[in-house]
């Protein structure tokens, strides 16, 4: 909800020296007020449920529950927050996914306070905001030859189930995901290992190194 003292905000680290740091920070600046935290994805989203804030500040990787997988809730559920990604990882593997899941901007905990304060104001208006080490990875990937784009965690970890023989359905209950959202995955990296079904995605997966040999 938007408060009268401006943007309000939910902060989710599992660190707690991380957290009050970005309490201390947001609480000494107008325009920002702190409605609470959490310590994992599975607690924002209770408290983001509870609290409705205008930007949540989610951290990716923590135990009992990680970012990505709170982001895509969160975007399932319509979820009015605005969420911005703050983690010092900017690997493809977890910028990818978060952008995907439904995150509206991302950033490295290394970004200077009014880099930050800016880009929160950004995010609760809707507008994108990336660090400019993470809007590189991301144009590189979008520019990436057909057949050639990088695969995400989680359409990896569908791969290697395929190359299992697991049928949708096991793989499905396997991940905790839809029959439905495994068959989109499949979908995306037909398009982008170029092939046409099952058994070249697997070929083509070996072939580039992105699976082990076949035993």
Aim: hydrophobic share 45%.
């Amino acid at each position: 909800m938007r408060t009268e003292d401006g943007i309000s905000l939910l902060i989710v680290d599992d660190h707690p020296v991380v957290r009050d740091g970005l309490r201390g920070m947001f609480d000494s600046a107008p325009g920002f007020t702190v409605l609470g935290e959490a310590a994992n994805g599975g607690e924002a989203l209770a408290r983001a449920a509870d609290l409705d804030p205008d930007v949540i500040l989610m951290d990716l990787r923590m135990p009992g529950g990680g970012g990505v997988a709170a982001i895509a809730e969160l975007t399932r559920r319509r979820s009015r927050a605005k969420i911005l990604v703050l983690t010092t990882y900017d690997t493809d593997s977890d910028t990818i996914p978060a952008i995907e899941a439904g995150a509206t901007g991302y950033l490295l905990k290394d970004a200077p306070r009014e880099e930050l304060f800016t880009a929160v104001r950004a995010a609760a208006e809707g507008r994108t905001v990336l660090s400019p080490a993470v809007a590189s990875r991301l144009v590189s990937a979008v520019r990436a030859p057909g057949g050639n784009e990088p695969l995400s965690a989680r359409e990896r970890e569908v791969l290697a189930l395929v190359a299992k023989g697991t049928s949708n359905r096991e793989i499905a209950r396997e991940l905790f995901i839809s029959e439905a959202t495994v068959k989109t995955h499949l979908t995306h990296l037909y398009a982008k290992l170029g092939a046409k079904d099952r058994a070249a995605a697997v070929a083509v997966a070996y072939d580039r190194g992105i699976l082990g040999q076949p035993g």
